[in-house]
């Protein structure tokens, strides 16, 4: 099967996939392709009146999402002068920007430290995964904060800041304008995380999820594979019935929607220039070993390629495979922080982060792509009785390169033990508000919600003074 989303029930104007089927007989295109989960239609924005777009130096952006939530004091802002169980066991190191230090973990970041600006002060005020998780990918706090184990759903349906891209741009070309990969996010018992959609916006306006096995030896991404029974020649004749169907649906309004979206669909399975940018064994070998090995580090790789093709906005997760811990996953450091971070989490997070940076610049797509790296929050001040740190929502870090923002810069301050904003307080709305601005969208842009209700895409404050 050909899947790129989950189960999709209705398009953004509200057609179902039964109700397009009854009319047209869509039904005899058969199962190999299911189109309808594979393409969404986005739409133009309303803007106010007199606004024209915003900064606008960025392309596109990369979204490197670090599920768990990494310690600030062991990353980004380190705390030398803090008592060990602050701390902890990693020493500061310089960077080629003078005066400018991060943590030993990362020694190939520090290298590229002038192409990065660090927001030390960034809080949600929310110490649970999934709902301060929300309030990071779509700039809305979760209604109440500090939910754990929240599930998609009104009040919380706000969407994604892909799905966003995908309302606001512009439709049309053969890849989609978001993509999320290689895997959603989901809670310890296996529910998804809300803010990962389009929410209110309608399943059609989801950005692309590529369920993505990655690795150094080898990927698998079925969802932009033809089905072995199904070759060039037979897409084209499905292409032809699919044209006939709809010159039989032109005078239905709301069939207009579906067109595009199997159009795009069909041009993504019909173009060999488009599935070459999802085929990272055609990436030279020296390349892939730069970015490394681990899921991630390819995932980042395909990012870059993804970018380079058209897409708008990749978003990469550290996702909870099969391997990790339960007490432990991902970067949720409860126990045993420090061996964590030096065997799994940091080596290969600073070899896939300082890999894409480089590979940008040397390909001068730094400046046109805005490359965001961000957690849901960050980890307690003090070390426990376990070797571990909980959950912390009242600051941490994030970090931003490229795109229109000046690196080798820092903003905003924590307090002297990493608990508490000192100057410069970043909320994840500002944070949204910025990533527009630099995708050329003010914050002010407007979308309607389902009760026809305007909707800016952002209520932050663009952070000028870092651009």
Request: charged fraction near 20%; hydrophobic fraction near 35%; glycine fraction near 12%.
């Amino acid at each position: 099967m050909f899947h790129l989303l989950g189960p999709g029930v209705r398009l953004c104007d509200g057609i179902s996939r039964r109700e397009v089927m009854r009319i047209g007989g869509l039904g005899l295109l058969g199962a190999g392709l299911n189109l309808t989960d594979l393409a969404g239609a986005g739409g133009a924005a309303d803007r106010p009146d007199g606004r024209a777009s915003s900064f606008s130096r960025a392309r596109s952006c990369i979204l490197l999402f670090l599920m768990g939530g990494p310690p600030q004091h062991s990353t980004w802002d380190p705390k030398p002068d803090a008592p060990s169980e602050v701390r902890g066991d990693f020493r500061p190191i310089a960077t080629t920007v003078p005066g400018l230090s991060i943590s030993e973990l990362l020694p190939r970041t520090a290298l590229a430290a002038d192409k990065v600006c660090i927001l030390r002060a960034v809080s949600t005020g929310d110490n649970a995964h999934s709902s301060s998780g929300y309030y990071m990918l779509t700039g809305r706090p979760h209604q109440p904060k500090n939910f754990e184990n929240a599930n998609p759903g009104a009040p919380n349906d706000a969407p994604s800041l892909g799905a966003v891209v995908r309302r606001i741009g512009q439709p049309g070309g053969a890849v989609p304008s978001a993509v999320t990969l290689p895997h959603r996010i989901f809670n310890t018992d296996g529910s998804v995380w809300p803010g990962q959609d389009a929410g209110f916006l309608g399943r059609a306006c989801d950005p692309w999820l590529l369920n993505a096995r990655l690795s150094g030896e080898g990927n698998a991404i079925q969802e932009i594979a033809l089905p072995a029974d199904i070759d060039q020649v037979r897409l084209d004749r499905r292409r032809e019935l699919l044209d006939h169907l709809q010159r039989r649906l032109d005078t239905l309004e709301r069939s207009r929607t579906f067109d595009a979206q199997a159009r795009q669909a069909f041009d993504l399975l019909g173009s060999s220039q488009t599935r070459q940018a999802f085929r990272l064994e055609d990436e030279p070998a020296v390349s892939r070993e730069r970015y490394g090995n681990s899921p991630f580090g390819q995932g980042v790789l395909l990012a870059r390629r993804l970018v380079e093709a058209g897409v708008r906005l990749v978003q990469v997760n550290w996702y909870r495979g099969p391997d990790e811990p339960p007490a432990n996953p991902c970067w949720d450091s409860h126990s045993q922080e420090s061996a964590r971070l030096k065997n799994v989490l940091g080596p290969p997070t600073d070899r896939a982060y300082s890999a894409l940076l480089e590979d940008l610049h040397r390909r001068g797509m730094l400046e046109e792509t805005l490359v965001v790296c961000m957690a849901e929050f960050g980890r307690s001040p003090r070390l426990d009785g376990n070797g571990g740190r909980n959950h912390w929502g009242s600051v941490f870090s994030v970090t931003l390169a490229g795109g229109g923002v000046r690196g080798g810069q820092v903003y905003g301050s924590s307090d002297r033990i990493g608990a508490h904003p000192a100057e410069g307080l970043v909320r994840p709305e500002d944070l949204s508000a910025t990533i527009f601005h630099c995708l050329g969208h003010s914050p002010e842009t407007q979308y309607h919600d389902p009760l026809g209700r305007p909707q800016p895409i952002s209520r932050g404050d663009v952070l000028h003074a870092i651009l």
